[in-house]
């Protein structure tokens, strides 16, 4: 089934208009592109995300690693083929979903700061706002902070769904643990056959 791009909007006043999710998308990315913030805190290509303007779900990471600063993609390095092989197992294709990250640039410091999230986020939110997606999926712990505010355990949360402002979110573990440690892809495996339910009845 094909989605319309194009999405309605309502203003302050009540009028309601509508505007194009891939120009909006694209509008965002130059924006993500442009900031000096997030420019000060990574470096490399901004990796505003990709996927369909339409998509009912979201895959949400951490930020963007070396391969990916280098391409300006998402998930393209050895943990993000691996989600994406995920991705298909469970019955969806790429070009379904949109996949990208609370921060849009590589992080001089490795994992990426609080301010640095709360700031990149906001950018996030925006693309949320456009796709208007019905699951998002939070991939490990940074995802979870800048969604849902708050730390997660996600040994312990891994699996869990959230109701939260008209959608449904699903705590897992990021692919990149998931690559490393067999309990994380034991985990992951079984959040995703969660996923899949969650799409048979959604």
Known sequence: MTLSVKIELTQDGGER????????????????SMCSLCKKWGK???????????????????APGT???MTGRPFV???????????????????EVFMTSPVQYFPMRGTP????????????????????????????KTACLALLERKAEIIKEHGTIIHKDGRIYLITFHPAYAVRFPEGKKGFVQDFNKLRRLLQIS
Do not use: C, T
Not at 48 to 58: D, K, R, T, V
Not at 116 to 132: G, P, V
């Open 17 to 32: 208009y509508e505007v194009d999710r891939e120009k909006e998308l694209s509008r965002i990315a130059e924006e993500i």
């Open 113 to 140: 700061s609080r301010k640095n999230i709360f700031h990149s986020r906001e950018h996030l939110f925006k693309q949320i706002f456009i796709i208007d997606p019905k699951i998002v999926v939070l991939l490990g």
């Open 44 to 62: 490399g290509k901004a990796v505003p995300g990709e996927g369909n303007s339409s998509a009912q779900i979201i895959f949400i990471g951490e």
């Open 67 to 69: 391969e990916e600063a």
């Open 77 to 95: 390095g050895r943990s993000g083929k691996f989600l994406r092989w995920m991705i298909k197992k469970i019955g969806l294709e790429e070009k």
